[in-house]
């Protein structure tokens, strides 16, 4: 599997003092849990973008909730591995090229190029693997023919290809390994059914065992982008979900024992079908649990609905900066949510995370020209430990910055805490 680079790395302070342990939301068990890597190795995966619409500020929000729990693990002494994909081959991007008659090669290139500076720009520690499916086609062939020799897959005729389609048999996976439907969404029966519809399933269409099987792999069709993978399977493409649990399971080490990676991470829309179906998936390939934890970021609406493409209400993250926004104060304005809420971006919003910025970076002026000998850690330091270990509240977070900023004599250490917690440079070059 070939990575594609992916941005500059951002330096990361490390955090003399005492180390606090991750509690994290996790989906399964619809509570707070520790999270405990394995020989102190915490592999996170998050989903990445279909690249048509980059870089959103629900997007933002998504790579900014995973990039503070990368931090939070690592002031806990964690060693962090991260993977991210570039889901380049997908309906929605294709749909996209064609209707707006540009080579879907390049519409990804541009916008992949375009996230990664907002990225950057964002100061988002970068992933130690960023895979584009276009790069992982083999791996994800011979997955689905090992799918399919297993006995977990199955063809279903076309009217429109010279080979078949191939779908993963969830009841088999079902009864034969440790996954079961519904475990991570607590979705009811109607619920499934709908949000399967919803992200692209095919209930209906005839030769499927069961309504809510996922396609594993396409059959070439005319004008669509399509490899000769692997051998038992007809020339073609990978659906959504399975190009995940390979790229996931081949780029990040994996657990000896109980779950494969530690963090399954995305936006809540990939609650269900996607993050189910990968669990699927990678059960029926290893016979195990793909992760110990499943952990969404809430949804940001503008002008009172969910920010889309289709729908036209984007605030993209580029076009802020092109305005002259300073980035960190996209940062801040976004970290006052906690990750787990779904809130509305209002312009306000930014105005007011300017203006915490002015009087932090004073603030840390101030703390910095005192020359004061620190502390080993002061409290507000020890605070903001406590606070983004605590399932990363970021909002109790900043209102502990704030109380530090108002402070008469402010803790220089604290400068430190809100680079490698928050993200933040208050100082030039700290
Ligand atoms: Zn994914």
């Known amino acids: 599997m070939q990575f594609v680079n992916s941005w500059p790395r951002v330096q990361v302070p490390p955090l003399a003092g005492e180390r606090v342990p991750v509690m994290l939301y ?46 939070a693990l690592r002031q806990s002494g964690a060693e962090v591995r991260f993977a991210e994909n570039i889901t380049d081959v997908d309906d929605p991007l294709l749909e996209r090229a064609e209707r707006d008659r540009v080579d879907w090669q390049q519409l990804a290139q541009s916008q992949t190029d375009l996230f990664r500076s907002d990225m950057e720009q964002l100061r988002i520690i970068a992933p130690d693997s960023f895979v584009r499916v276009q790069d992982a086609i083999f791996e994800i062939g011979q997955a689905v023919a090992q ?21 993963l048999d969830l009841q088999a996976v079902q009864a034969r390994t440790p996954y079961e439907i519904g475990a991570i969404s607590h979705f009811s029966p109607e619920e499934l059914a709908a949000a399967f519809v919803e992200f692209g399933g095919d209930p209906n269409r005839p030769g499927k065992r069961c309504p809510l099987d996922p396609l594993l792999w396409r059959a070439a069709r005319v004008n669509e982008p399509s490899w000769k993978a692997a051998d038992g399977i007809p020339q073609g493409r ?30 809540r829309d990939l609650l269900y079908p996607h993050h189910e179906m990968s669990a699927a998936h990678v059960s029926a390939l290893t016979g195990r649990e793909f992760a110990g934890h499943f952990t969404h970021a809430g949804l940001v609406a503008y002008q009172g609905e969910k920010m ?5 209400n984007l605030v993209l993250v580029s076009k802020l ?7 960190m104060a996209v940062r801040l304005a976004v970290l006052a949510h906690h990750y787990r ?25 101030r703390a910095a020209a005192a020359d ?18 605590n399932d990363l509240d970021t909002p109790a977070m900043i209102e502990i910055v704030d109380a530090w900023a108002e402070q008469a004599h402010p803790q220089a250490d604290v400068i430190e805490a809100v680079d490698a917690l928050l993200g933040v440079q208050l100082l030039p070059g700290n």
């Open 341 to 365: 809420s779904s809130w509305e971006w209002f312009t306000a919003d930014l105005d007011a995370a300017h203006s915490r910025l002015t009087r932090w970076r004073v603030a840390a002026h």
């Open 321 to 327: 900066v092109a305005e002259g926004h300073d980035p």
């Open 308 to 312: 889309s493409k289709s729908l036209g």
């Open 238 to 267: 990978p659906g959504w979900h399975v190009e995940c649990s390979v790229i996931a399971t081949g780029t990040l080490p994996v657990a000896t024992q109980g779950a494969l990676i530690t963090i399954q991470g995305g936006g």
């Open 372 to 389: 004061v000998a620190a502390a080993a850690q002061s409290t507000p330091r020890r605070q903001l430990r406590t606070a983004i270990a």
């Open 26 to 71: 996790d989906a399964v068990a619809d509570s707070v849990r520790e999270v405990a890597p394995p020989d102190g190795i915490a592999s996170l995966y998050v989903c990445g973008i279909t690249p048509y619409d980059a870089t959103h500020l629900g997007h933002a929000a998504t790579y900014l909730a995973f990039d503070t729990l990368n931090r």
């Open 147 to 167: 799918l399919l020799g297993d006995g977990f897959a199955y063809s279903v005729p076309t009217t429109d290809a010279a080979d078949d389609d191939i779908y």
